[in-house]
C-alpha cells in the first residue's frame, strides 16, 4: 500500500541553524501539507501546497519557513534559522483530489522529531 | 477561531466492551469530518471519514455524525488492549485539518 515517507527520523539541530525536512508524498497525490505538534499539544496545521504554490498558510508559518517541490517526487519544508520553540513532531501529509470516495483525506507520514538545542 | 474539542481523558474500558468518543466543532459549515489514531511518538492514523449525518460503520468502528448539534463520535466495539491510544477528531476547514486535542483510551485486560 502506498505511503507518505519522511526523513530524517530525528533531526537536532543547533539554535540559529537551518533545517530541512524531507517528505515523499504518495505518488498520485496533488495535495501536500505540513503539520507540527509539539509535545504533549494538538496537531497544527502548517501549510498546504498545490500546483507549485502555497495555497494556504497558518500564522505559525512565518518568514523563518518556506516549502518548495523541487522534483517530481520530494516536498521540503526549510526553517531557516532554528528556535528552541521549533522544536517539535513534524507531519507531512498528501492527499488525492481525483478519488471517487473522498477528495479531502489527508494520509500523513511518519514524522520527523526535531529538536533544536 | 474555528476550533475542535474532545475530553482529554482518559478513557478507561474494559477489553470487550464498547468505547465512545465524542467530539463536537464549532464551524457550522464543515461538511468533512475524519477520525485519526495516534500512538505515542506515532503520526495519526486515518481510522474513518463521514460526511452525512447518521451513522458509518466499518470493521469494530462506526462513526457518528450530527451536523444540527455539531457532534461527532466514534464507537469501538469489541475493545482490545491494543486499541489503546490517543484518537483525534478532525474537522476540515478550507484544505487544512483542524484537530482536537484527542481523547486517550486505555484498554485493560
Known amino acids: 500500500e502506498p505511503e507518505v515517507t519522511q526523513t530524517p527520523s530525528h533531526q537536532v539541530t543547533q539554535m540559529g541553524q537551518e533545517v530541512i525536512l524531507r517528505c515523499v508524498p504518495i505518488?498520485?497525490?496533488?495535495?501536500f501539507y505540513w503539520y507540527r505538534q509539539i509535545l504533549g499539544q494538538k496537531v497544527e496545521f502548517l501549510v498546504s501546497f498545490y500546483n507549485n504554490e502555497i495555497s494556504e498558510k497558518s500564522e505559525i508559518f512565518d518568514d523563518q519557513f518556506s516549502v518548495e517541490r523541487p522534483d517530481g517526487s520530494n516536498f521540503t519544508l526549510k526553517i531557516r534559522s532554528t528556535k528552541l520553540e521549533d522544536s517539535a513532531m513534524y507531519f507531512c501529509?498528501?492527499?488525492?483530489?481525483?478519488?471517487?470516495?473522498?477528495?479531502?483525506?489527508?494520509?500523513f507520514g511518519p514524522g520527523t522529531r526535531l529538536t533544536v538545542l | 477561531q474555528k476550533e475542535v474539542e474532545q475530553n482529554s481523558g482518559p478513557l478507561s474500558v474494559p477489553e470487550g466492551a464498547i468505547a465512545s468518543l465524542n467530539c463536537t466543532y464549532s464551524?457550522?459549515?464543515?461538511?468533512?469530518f475524519f477520525w485519526y489514531r495516534q500512538y505515542s511518538g506515532k503520526s495519526p492514523e486515518l481510522i474513518m471519514s463521514i460526511y452525512s449525518n447518521g451513522d458509518k460503520e466499518d470493521g469494530r468502528f462506526t462513526a457518528q455524525l450530527n451536523k444540527a448539534s455539531q457532534y461527532v463520535s466514534l464507537l469501538i466495539r469489541d475493545s482490545q488492549p491494543s486499541d489503546s491510544a490517543t484518537y483525534l477528531c478532525a474537522v476540515i476547514n478550507t484544505d487544512k485539518l483542524i484537530f482536537g486535542t484527542g481523547t486517550r483510551l486505555q484498554v485493560f485486560p
Open positions: 505518488s498520485n497525490h496533488l495535495y
Open positions: 501529509a498528501s492527499s488525492d483530489p481525483g478519488t471517487s470516495t473522498s477528495t479531502d483525506t489527508q494520509y
Open positions: 464551524d457550522r459549515g464543515s461538511q468533512s
